[in-house]
């Protein structure tokens, strides 16, 4: 099974921008989402990228997240500006779909504040 380790997250203002890293253990052959979890709330997808680079997002982040993967197809990022303090998160990558009953890892903080 593919491993995935999710980085690159902080605490960052209101405005600002950070970008997440996906490392997978080996090449991803199928589509990749990134997904949060926001305290007390659901967990919901927030972009995915096709194995031909095709792209999608949650209505809420369209226009200021960017989802992308390296050549090897090793690790994915996501690009997020204009953040606001509703995208404080924790931030985890999987498959798209992710697997059934899937274990979701520590995933990486992200955190809007001034």
């Known amino acids: 099974q593919v491993q995935f380790a999710e980085s690159g997250g902080g605490l960052v203002q209101p405005g600002g921008t950070l970008t997440l890293s996906c490392a997978a253990s080996?090449?991803?052959?199928?589509?990749m989402g990134w997904y949060r979890q926001a305290p007390g709330k659901q967990r919901e997808l927030v972009a995915t990228i096709s194995t031909r680079g095709t792209t999608t997002y949650t209505d809420s982040v369209k226009g200021r997240f960017t989802i992308s993967r390296d050549n090897a197809k090793t690790t994915v990022f996501l690009q997020m500006n204009s953040l606001k303090p509703e995208d404080t998160a924790v931030y985890y990558c999987?498959?798209?779909?992710?697997?059934?009953?899937?274990?979701w890892g520590q995933g990486t903080q992200v955190t809007v504040s001034s």
């Open positions: 999987a498959s798209y779909p992710p697997p059934y009953a899937y274990a």
């Open positions: 080996g090449s991803i052959f199928n589509a």
